[in-house]
């Protein structure tokens, strides 16, 4: 396994990440914060969404997948800008939790689980539906 990469690409078969931020299905106070997060992401990444570098998705008002409660979810492929929005996330999460997992290649099991970062509280997700 070599620890080299290329500037422009990440680290061994990572592709790219995923981030998924979530509220509790009866909390109103904390839908609205997540709803002003995103808001926020679209405007302060702006550009990089524009361009595609950043793909920002649904606003999930209910339990999706291996995701046992609400969610909205992005993605990017740049470790430019996994530089930029992790510490953004780091900085502006609130109390809500966040699951920073990569796309590695090695299946969905290992890049929700044993790859993943979380800020906040981790959420126990329903792994059976990613074996």
Do not use: C
């Not at 209910?62 to 800008?81: A, C, R, T, V, Y």
């Not at 796309?103 to 990613?130: I, M, P």
Request: a neutral charge.
């Amino acid at each position: 396994m070599s620890s080299e990469a290329q500037p422009d690409s990440f680290y061994g078969d990572i592709k790219s990440y995923d981030i998924h931020t979530y509220w509790n299905n009866n909390n109103e106070t904390e839908r609205k914060f997540a709803f002003e997060l995103r808001e926020q992401v679209l405007k302060d990444f702006a550009r990089e969404i524009a361009n595609g570098d950043i793909r920002v998705y649904k606003f999930w008002d209910k339990p999706i997948g291996p995701h046992p409660i609400n969610m909205w979810e992005l993605d990017f492929k740049s470790p430019e800008i996994f530089k930029r929005i992790v510490p953004y996330f780091q900085l502006n999460h609130g109390d809500l939790s966040v699951l920073i997992h990569p796309r590695s290649g090695k299946g969905d099991l290992l890049d929700h689980t044993k790859f993943a970062l979380w800020l906040g509280h981790k959420v126990r997700l329903d792994t059976n539906l990613l074996k």
